[in-house]
Structure formats: C-alpha cells, structure tokens
C-alpha cells in the first residue's frame, strides 16, 4: 500500500488494476477494485481500518477494474454507459485473465458477480463527504465511457486506464475522444495522478500518454492509407519503435485487437 497525499492510500501491482481510496470524515471511498478476489478481500479489509466504505466508483467497465465491486460492499457509482458495459462482461474472460495472470484464483471464487452500479450518471457527478469533494468526470478515451474522479483538496485525479506511460490499450478506444479528455485533465489543479497500471505520476503522464495516442493512431492511418488490409497491418505495424517487444512479445494479442478495433473506427 503507498501513500499518495494525506488522505489518500493505493494498491499499486495488484494482479489486475490499481485500487485506490480516500479516507474522509464520513467514510473511505474507493476507485476501482482488485481483480483476483483473495486480494480485494484482503484489501477490503485494511481500507476498513480506516473507515467505513461508503462509496466504490468504477472508472471504466473492463474486468480488471471491476471484477472485485462484489466484495467490496458500499454504494457503487459509475457512468450510465459504464454500467451498460458491465452487463455484457462475460466469466469465461475474466477467468481466461486470471489463468496468465493469478493462476491460483481459479476455480474462479463461488461469491463472484458482476455488480451493476447503483448510481450512474452522463456528464459529471460530486459527493461531499466531510470536507472532501469526490469529482467524477466524463473523459471518454480508453473507453467510450471512461470517467475519472478528482479530489480537489487533495490535488490528485484517478484516471484508471486514460492515462499510462506504457503502450496505451485501444481496444474499445475513442481515439478523439481521447485527446480532448487529456486536455481537459490537464486544466485540472492537481499534483499527482494515479493510473490504472503502473506507479503514482505526475500531469507529465498526461503529455505522454497524448503523445502515444497520437502516434498509435497516425501510425495506422498511414497504413490504411498504404491500402493494407487489417491482417497486413496486423503483420507490419508492431509499434516497436516506441513499445520494443518484450521476449515473447506478450503484448501481442491487446496490440492486435487494439489494432482491429482502431482499423474499424478510422476507416469511418
Ligand atoms: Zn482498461
């Protein structure tokens, strides 16, 4: 667990997505949870220690944000179209994550399910808890619903997987959706960010992460333009002057589906 301001605490390197909570006066609230579910238990457990969890918010639907709400209890709050999502995440794949990456949760807990949010919402949302504001905000990019909450008095923004100093994932992606979404993070009066995979950054990631969309994307619309069909661009286009691949080049099936979902959007 680090400690990232004075109220707020994180579980970095969580076999899934980073989970995140502010402790206020009235209560802990928390950002996305531990996908494997002996984690979220465990952590449910150490946030208690610090009060009651009142409110769980997911950032985005993918199973490895949302796959522990169930054990998490708490009012659970996301975007409408979030909540949408998460009716058609399906088992089988959340098991077909665990089996490369927490082999020893399958069989898969029998008190797993999906949760569906309580509270939803379109644009933008705020609870006051104490003398904290909860800011969630619409900032559709890595998904077409993505959100991300922001703490003003704490000077910090949860962005689960909008922002990353990593290859950015683009498998439901609204690439210019996205960028807007970077800009407006960027006039948010904060010091620190906390993404969905990796440590703790600063408002330098949002730049980063700009850059990598925008490479990514202009990347495939030369290829497309070059007339390759996506099976080609799927051969040619590995992106490894920026991402080298790694031994094994695990990376391959996300760049590959990215790849198919981005080839479908910019042809339109
Ligand atoms: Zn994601």
Not at 249 to 259: A, V
Request: one cysteine or more.
């Amino acid at each position: 667990m680090e400690k990232v301001t004075d109220n707020v605490y994180t579980l970095l390197n969580t076999r899934g997505c980073n989970s995140s909570f502010v402790v206020t006066a009235e209560g802990a609230v928390v950002i996305d949870t531990p996908m494997v579910p002996a984690d979220a238990k465990k952590w449910r457990e150490e946030i208690q220690k610090f009060g009651e969890i009142r409110y769980v918010i997911n950032n985005e639907p993918h199973n490895d944000h949302v796959a522990g709400d169930c054990w998490m209890g708490g009012i659970l709050v996301a975007h409408e179209l979030t909540r949408e999502a998460i009716k058609h995440n399906r088992q089988e794949v959340l098991e077909g994550q665990m089996q490369w990456m927490a082999p020893d949760a399958l069989p898969l807990d029998k008190g797993f399910h999906y949760r569906l949010p309580d509270i939803t919402f379109s644009e933008e949302i705020k609870f006051h808890l104490g003398k904290h504001t909860i800011h969630i905000i619409s900032a559709p990019g890595h998904t077409p619903s993505q959100t991300a909450v922001f703490v003003p008095e704490e000077r910090v923004a949860f962005t689960s997987d909008n922002v990353t100093m990593m290859m950015p994932i683009m498998i439901d992606a609204v690439p210019e959706e996205w960028l807007k979404s970077l800009k407006k993070l960027k006039a948010l009066d904060i010091d620190k960010i906390v993404p969905g995979h990796g440590p703790v950054c600063d408002k330098k990631a949002l730049d980063v992460t700009y850059g990598n969309v925008e490479y990514i994307t202009g990347e495939l619309k030369k290829a497309i333009d070059k007339g390759w069909s996506l099976q080609e661009i799927q051969e040619k286009v590995t992106f490894a002057e920026r991402f080298p691949l790694m031994p094994g080049d695990p990376m391959k099936m996300m760049r590959h589906e990215s790849i198919a979902h981005l080839y479908e959007v910019l042809k339109k």
